[in-house]
């Protein structure tokens, strides 16, 4: 069995979680890949008719709250096989962190999730905040290089670029998300502001950290005190 990796002594915008809720994802982690296949397999089926609305080519640029709990699977299989792939973590830990926390926008800003007593937008609201929260176990493992941050910067700033600003195939790709998202050819609500403005700056947070993470790293005091 793979080892669960150290802790590292990072401060906690870093590292959010409790080191034993980490550890808990660890020990578990089997079952965390079987909860990301499954959200990812309810995340295509979510997608089904804008995909087929979609060009064949842009389809990667679609669904992108099941490709990042894909990535997490990966991410995870690729640390437990002994078998790290550097770009996978990053990709991940953008994908999660950013697409977690988009949704959790979404529903509290948009959708007004809080007031609307829509069970719907509940289960959307806490099963993306717990899928951005798990991001943050992919650092023990992970080496954030500069290569590795840049793809997966250069993939989810594409992302955003073919979303909400410039389609290069069709329309624009972001998700058909609740009533006030419903149309993607309208872009002068204000919803479609709020969500291209959460998802660019949470790309930028997403790789200012990763790269935080690996200063911290690579930090004379830090790797003299082990960590």
């Known amino acids: 069995m793979t080892s669960i990796p150290v802790a590292d002594d990072l401060?906690?915008?870093l590292s959010p979680l409790p080191a034993q809720i980490e550890t808990f994802v660890f020990q578990y982690s089997w079952v965390v890949i079987?909860?990301?296949i499954a959200g990812s397999i309810f995340g295509l089926w979510y997608y089904?008719?804008?995909?087929?609305?979609?060009?064949?080519?842009m389809w990667p640029v679609v669904p992108d709250s099941p490709f990042a709990t894909m990535l997490m699977v990966g991410s995870l299989l690729s640390w437990?096989?002994?078998r790290n792939r550097n770009w996978i973590h990053a990709l991940a830990f953008i994908g999660n962190l950013k697409y977690g926390f988009w949704v959790v926008a979404v529903q509290i800003f948009i959708n007004d999730a809080l007031v609307s007593q829509n069970p719907y937008y509940w289960?959307?609201?806490?099963s993306?905040?717990?899928m951005g929260l798990q991001a943050f176990v992919i650092y023990r493992y992970a080496e954030f290089s500069v290569p590795a941050v840049g793809i997966a910067t250069s993939w989810f700033g594409f992302n955003d670029l073919v979303d909400y600003f410039t389609p290069i195939i069709g329309d624009?790709?972001?998700t058909y998300f609740g009533p006030r998202l419903a149309s993607t050819g309208d872009h002068t609500i204000p919803a479609h502001d709020v969500a291209a403005t959460a998802a660019v700056c949470?790309?930028?947070?997403?790789?200012?950290?990763?790269f935080a993470i690996r200063a911290r790293r690579l930090s004379p005091a830090v790797a003299g005190n082990g960590g």
């Open 80 to 82: 437990r096989l002994g």
């Open 48 to 57: 089904r008719f804008q995909l087929l609305n979609t060009p064949l080519a």
């Open 11 to 13: 401060p906690v915008y």
């Open 123 to 126: 289960f959307l609201l806490i």
């Open 172 to 174: 624009y790709h972001h």
């Open 34 to 36: 079987m909860i990301n």
């Open 202 to 210: 949470l790309t930028l947070l997403a790789m200012f950290l990763a």
């Open 128 to 130: 993306h905040f717990g």
